[in-house]
């Protein structure tokens, strides 16, 4: 899967760092320029590894590819640890033991910190040193090639409408070149044809998608068995994470299965291991954040537009957490405070529509989900809910709410049912249990972007 004799993980890594800075510096020329790898907005552990996995292995070609981190607003270092503490433990196993002459860390806040700053570059990074290094404190435009994996679409298209051309949110003065894509989610049509590298296809994980691509397209040559062994512990979480070690049979596809053929003889410790320790470190993520850093945490926002008003678009916001409605709710203090992190969180992002979906076990360790909706104003909001629930709310199972996590008896004022359900004009809004519990964002977000294009 990869072609790097001599480059361990972390050591790669610091020299894709060193790379960005010196494309930043001007001491290097176009076509020495690396190629930025991006995952998507949410940052969650498929999308980080995914662009992780891309660059090392694809960094043997011509050109050097940087792994960029797609959080604009949390710099590498603690901040990264305290928001992606699974990533953080992937990263872990992956490099223990060390690598000779490397050194041993831990997942404490300073050590994982340090390990973070001087390894990763995130976009909220890129940002500063722009700043720092802006002449006459004017911004210049710079131009940049990039890779998207788990994902397909850049949220700011080109001014000049050109295909596969545009910027990221916290970049506005990066003008990317899209020259490749691996993802797994619905094509938004915004790449531009004939790309050499375009894979959309539908798994359990994109990080399949990655290393199934790359085993095609490279053949390891004397790579060290310590580089391998990292790499495909690195990969292999979010493969098992996203599949629930390969038992959803609703989201593993032959792509999960082929990447699990490829990486499992370079590991020496068990994929069940490595899957239970990441797991708890992802259930656990949300105890340390805020209400509003829980539901940005793995954010996905779209733009679609009605025939009825078509100079009207309307922003969708889509919340995902791995944690209880009625836990959120006893960590905001009451269902009515969550009520208000909820709207001020889109009102902030000037959503019509927000949706909060959460997906996590019970005691008993059945799985669940459930799906809260809101319209954030009236009229076309609310019609495209309803449009909604009329298209897709047998084929989702939509039952009415109850708790489901055998803890909301504690406090019997908490009425999460009825805050969070209302017919109000301007803020309608449903909670409910999807009893189909296959159907994930990747599958809802489809059907809400559709009731809105489709309302007449």
Same mark, same amino acid.
């Given at each position: 899967?990869?072609?790097?004799?001599?480059?361990?993980?972390?050591?790669?890594?610091?020299?894709?760092?060193?790379?960005?800075?010196?494309?930043?510096?001007?001491?290097?020329?176009?076509?020495?320029?690396?190629?930025?790898?991006?995952?998507?907005?949410?940052?969650?552990?498929?999308?980080?590894?995914?662009?992780?996995?891309?660059?090392?292995?694809?960094?043997?070609?011509?050109?050097?590819?940087?792994?960029?981190?797609?959080?604009? =607003?949390?710099?590498?270092?603690?901040?990264?640890?305290?928001?992606?503490?699974?990533?953080?433990?992937?990263?872990?196993?992956?490099?223990?033991?060390?690598?000779?002459?490397?050194?041993?860390?831990?997942?404490?806040?300073?050590?994982?910190?340090?390990?973070?700053?001087?390894?990763?570059?995130?976009?909220?990074?890129?940002?500063?040193?722009?700043?720092?290094?802006?002449?006459?404190?004017?911004?210049?435009?710079?131009?940049?090639?990039?890779?998207?994996?788990?994902?397909?679409?850049?949220?700011?298209?080109?001014?000049?409408?050109?295909?596969?051309?545009?910027?990221?949110?916290?970049?506005? =003065?990066?003008?990317?070149?899209?020259?490749?894509?691996?993802?797994?989610?619905?094509?938004?049509?915004?790449?531009?044809?004939?790309?050499?590298?375009?894979?959309?296809?539908?798994?359990?994980?994109?990080?399949?998608?990655?290393?199934?691509?790359?085993?095609?397209?490279?053949?390891?040559?004397?790579?060290?068995?310590?580089?391998?062994?990292?790499?495909?512990?690195?990969?292999?979480?979010?493969?098992?994470?996203?599949?629930?070690?390969?038992?959803?049979?609703?989201?593993?596809?032959?792509?999960?299965?082929?990447?699990?053929?490829?990486?499992?003889?370079?590991?020496?410790?068990?994929?069940?291991?490595?899957?239970?320790?990441?797991?708890?470190?992802?259930?656990?993520?949300?105890?340390?954040?805020?209400?509003?850093?829980?539901?940005?945490?793995?954010?996905?926002?779209?733009?679609?537009?009605?025939?009825?008003?078509?100079?009207?678009?309307?922003?969708?916001?889509?919340?995902?957490?791995?944690?209880?409605?009625?836990?959120?709710?006893?960590?905001?203090?009451?269902?009515?405070?969550?009520?208000?992190?909820?709207?001020?969180?889109?009102?902030?992002?000037?959503?019509?529509?927000?949706?909060?979906?959460?997906?996590?076990?019970?005691?008993?360790?059945?799985?669940?989900?459930?799906?809260?909706?809101?319209?954030?104003?009236?009229?076309?909001?609310?019609?495209?809910?309803?449009?909604?629930?009329?298209?897709?709310?047998?084929?989702?199972?939509?039952?009415?709410?109850?708790?489901?996590?055998?803890?909301?008896?504690?406090?019997?004022?908490?009425?999460?049912?009825?805050?969070?359900?209302?017919?109000?004009?301007?803020?309608?809004?449903?909670?409910?249990?999807?009893?189909?519990?296959?159907?994930?964002?990747?599958?809802?977000?489809?059907?809400?972007?559709?009731?809105?294009?489709?309302?007449?």
């Amino acid at each position: 899967m990869a072609n790097h004799p001599e480059q361990t993980l972390f050591r790669y890594l610091k020299s894709a760092l060193q790379t960005h800075r010196r494309f930043l510096s001007g001491a290097l020329t176009r076509a020495e320029a690396p190629v930025y790898v991006i995952g998507n907005p949410s940052a969650d552990l498929d999308s980080i590894i995914s662009a992780v996995i891309y660059s090392y292995s694809a960094n043997n070609t011509d050109r050097h590819h940087v792994p960029l981190i797609n959080l604009p =607003t949390v710099p590498s270092g603690p901040e990264l640890r305290r928001l992606r503490p699974e990533f953080v433990k992937a990263l872990w196993l992956s490099t223990h033991p060390p690598a000779q002459g490397e050194q041993s860390w831990e997942e404490t806040p300073e050590l994982a910190g340090a390990t973070l700053r001087d390894h990763f570059l995130t976009v909220a990074d890129f940002a500063a040193y722009l700043k720092k290094s802006a002449k006459d404190g004017k911004d210049h435009q710079i131009s940049a090639d990039a890779v998207l994996v788990d994902w397909n679409a850049l949220p700011i298209g080109a001014s000049n409408g050109q295909k596969g051309q545009g910027s990221l949110d916290g970049l506005p =003065t990066v003008d990317f070149n899209v020259i490749g894509c691996i993802d797994h989610h619905q094509d938004d049509g915004f790449l531009r044809p004939g790309l050499d590298l375009h894979i959309i296809e539908k798994s359990g994980s994109c990080a399949s998608l990655v290393t199934v691509t790359l085993n095609n397209r490279t053949k390891s040559e004397g790579a060290k068995q310590t580089a391998e062994e990292q790499i495909a512990s690195l990969a292999v979480t979010p493969i098992l994470i996203d599949t629930a070690n390969m038992t959803a049979k609703d989201k593993v596809t032959q792509f999960d299965h082929q990447a699990i053929d490829i990486l499992a003889p370079k590991l020496s410790k068990e994929t069940a291991d490595l899957y239970a320790q990441v797991l708890e470190a992802k259930q656990n993520s949300l105890d340390l954040l805020t209400v509003d850093e829980i539901l940005d945490r793995d954010y996905k926002q779209w733009t679609e537009t009605s025939p009825r008003q078509p100079e009207a678009p309307l922003n969708i916001g889509f919340c995902s957490m791995v944690k209880s409605i009625p836990w959120v709710v006893r960590k905001a203090g009451s269902p009515q405070d969550f009520l208000d992190a909820v709207y001020e969180f889109a009102a902030e992002r000037e959503l019509g529509i927000v949706v909060v979906m959460t997906a996590f076990n019970t005691s008993d360790d059945q799985f669940h989900r459930e799906l809260l909706v809101c319209a954030l104003d009236g009229g076309l909001a609310v019609d495209a809910l309803q449009n909604f629930v009329e298209q897709s709310g047998s084929q989702l199972g939509l039952e009415e709410w109850s708790s489901l996590d055998g803890e909301d008896g504690r406090d019997p004022s908490q009425d999460i049912k009825g805050t969070l359900n209302s017919d109000d004009t301007n803020k309608w809004r449903r909670i409910w249990i999807p009893t189909d519990v296959t159907k994930s964002r990747k599958q809802v977000a489809p059907m809400m972007r559709s009731a809105i294009t489709s309302l007449k």
